[in-house]
C-alpha cells in the first residue's frame, strides 16, 4: 500500500503490534536471538575454520550480512562468544529508556554489497565514506577471491553475484530436513552461486569440506599472488 521497503515494514509493525501489550527493548530481542534454533555443528562452527585456517597460514574471520535483527543476532551466543569481526544488520535506534523508536538500518538486497567492499577495503566503519576510495588491487584488506559467502535467501543473491564475478566463492545452502533445493537450484542456474549444500556445519559434512577446500586453494593461490606483486614491484622500480 505505501511501497515501504520489506525491512522497514517489517520494522515498523513489530513496533505498531507492541504498542499497549509491551515495549520492543534492546534486552527482548537479544532474548528472542538467544532462543532461535540452529542449525548442527553452527557453534562450533566459527572456531574450528579459524584454527582450519590457521593451520593453513590463512586468517579467517568471519561477518555476517544480514536482512535480519542486529539485536537478536547479538543474542546469540556464537557472538557473546566472539565469534564475528562485524555485525552488519538492519537494527533499531533506541530511547534513553532503551525502547526502540525507529529503524536506524534496513539492510536489504543490493544494499547488502556496500558492506562487501567495507570487508574488501578494511573501512569496516558503517559511516566510513572511504568506502568509495580507489585501493589498488594488491593493497586490498581482503580480495574478493578471498571470500566466501554463505546465504540461503533472496536478499542473499546481490552479494553472491558480486563474490562469484569477482573470483571468490559463493555457496548457497538449504535446509537439511526438508531437502528442498529448488533455490539453489535456481542460484546455480543464473549463475549467483558456485556451490551448494545442506546447512549442516558439523565437522566433515558437504558444507565444511567444501570451506575447507576453498581455505587450501586460497592459501596456494596467495603464495603465488604475493610473487606476482613481488615481481611487479621490481619491475616497476626499473622502469
Known amino acids: 500500500k505505501n511501497d515501504m521497503d520489506n525491512n522497514l515494514?517489517?520494522?515498523?509493525?513489530?513496533?505498531?503490534?507492541?504498542?499497549?501489550?509491551?515495549?520492543?527493548?534492546?534486552?527482548?530481542?537479544?532474548?528472542?536471538?538467544?532462543?532461535?534454533?540452529?542449525?548442527?555443528?553452527?557453534?562450533?562452527?566459527?572456531?574450528?575454520?579459524?584454527?582450519?585456517?590457521?593451520?593453513?597460514?590463512?586468517?579467517?574471520?568471519?561477518?555476517?550480512?544480514?536482512s535480519g535483527l542486529k539485536?537478536?543476532?547479538e543474542g546469540t551466543e556464537m557472538v557473546r562468544n566472539g565469534a564475528f569481526k562485524?555485525?552488519?544488520?538492519?537494527?533499531?535506534?533506541?530511547?534513553?529508556?532503551?525502547?526502540?523508536?525507529?529503524?536506524?538500518?534496513?539492510?536489504?538486497?543490493?544494499?547488502k554489497t556496500q558492506f562487501l567492499f567495507r570487508i574488501q577495503k578494511g573501512v569496516l566503519d558503517i559511516n566510513d565514506p572511504g568506502v568509495n576510495d580507489y585501493i589498488r588491487p594488491e593493497e586490498q584488506r581482503v580480495p574478493f577471491r578471498n571470500m566466501i559467502y554463505i546465504g540461503d535467501s533472496d536478499t542473499d543473491i546481490p552479494c553472491m553475484s558480486l563474490v562469484n564475478v569477482n573470483g571468490g566463492h559463493s555457496i548457497g545452502v538449504y535446509?537439511?530436513?526438508?531437502?528442498?533445493?529448488?533455490?539453489?537450484?535456481k542460484m546455480m542456474q543464473h549463475h549467483r552461486i558456485r556451490y551448494y549444500a545442506p546447512a549442516d556445519y558439523t565437522d566433515g559434512s558437504d558444507l565444511d569440506?567444501?570451506?575447507?577446500?576453498?581455505?587450501?586453494?586460497?592459501?596456494?593461490?596467495?603464495?603465488?599472488?604475493?610473487?606476482?606483486?613481488?615481481?611487479?614491484?621490481?619491475?616497476?622500480?626499473?622502469?
Open 175 to 185: 535446509d537439511p530436513d526438508s531437502k528442498n533445493k529448488d533455490k539453489v537450484y
Open 9 to 66: 515494514a517489517y520494522m515498523y509493525k513489530m513496533i505498531q503490534e507492541a504498542v499497549g501489550r509491551f515495549y520492543v527493548t534492546r534486552e527482548k530481542l537479544m532474548e528472542y536471538g538467544n532462543q532461535v534454533e540452529l542449525y548442527e555443528g553452527v557453534r562450533t562452527w566459527f572456531e574450528r575454520i579459524r584454527k582450519y585456517g590457521l593451520e593453513h597460514g590463512v586468517r579467517i574471520e568471519h561477518y555476517i550480512i544480514s
Open 71 to 73: 539485536e537478536m543476532i
Open 209 to 239: 569440506t567444501v570451506v575447507k577446500q576453498i581455505i587450501q586453494k586460497t592459501a596456494a593461490y596467495e603464495a603465488l599472488e604475493q610473487q606476482y606483486v613481488r615481481n611487479k614491484h621490481e619491475a616497476e622500480s626499473h622502469s
Open 86 to 111: 562485524k555485525i552488519y544488520a538492519s537494527a533499531f535506534m533506541f530511547d534513553d529508556k532503551g525502547v526502540a523508536v525507529w529503524p536506524a538500518q534496513a539492510i536489504n538486497y543490493t544494499n
